[in-house]
């Protein structure tokens, strides 16, 4: 089993930059896909974005792809989210999630407000 954190989340302006990150306890994080999923008001939970293991596979939903960049460090348990270019269409609770064989799990979420 494997329990997330996310951070990073905040207010910023149109244009603007965020760094989210997801901090995963446990020692078998190698072995977990990561991604990034997040959900506005109102709306389903949607996928942004994924990584393999092994960090060599990227996946990204049309709308962020040249903006977003999703990584990991697995020698610190982690992934990232860097986040540029910024629209207000951008908002809403970015989760962090894992996969592997035993299971999926999620973090509890942050808040990302896109605003001028």
């Known amino acids: 089993q494997v329990q997330l954190v996310e951070s990073g989340g905040g207010l910023v302006q149109p244009g603007g930059s965020l760094r989210l990150s997801c901090a995963a306890s446990?020692?078998?994080?190698?072995?977990?896909?990561m991604g990034w999923f997040r959900q506005a008001p109102g709306k389903e939970r949607e996928f942004v974005a994924a990584i393999s293991w092994s960090g060599t596979s990227m996946y990204y939903i049309d709308s962020v792809k040249g903006r977003f960049t999703i990584s990991r460090d697995n020698a610190e348990n982690t992934v990232y989210l860097q986040m540029n270019s910024l629209k207000p269409e951008d908002t809403g609770v970015y989760y962090c999630?894992?996969?592997?064989?035993?299971?999926?799990?999620w973090g509890q979420g942050t808040q990302v407000t896109v605003s001028s």
């Open positions: 999630n894992a996969v592997n064989f035993g299971g999926t799990y």
């Open positions: 446990g020692r078998t994080f190698s072995s977990y896909a």
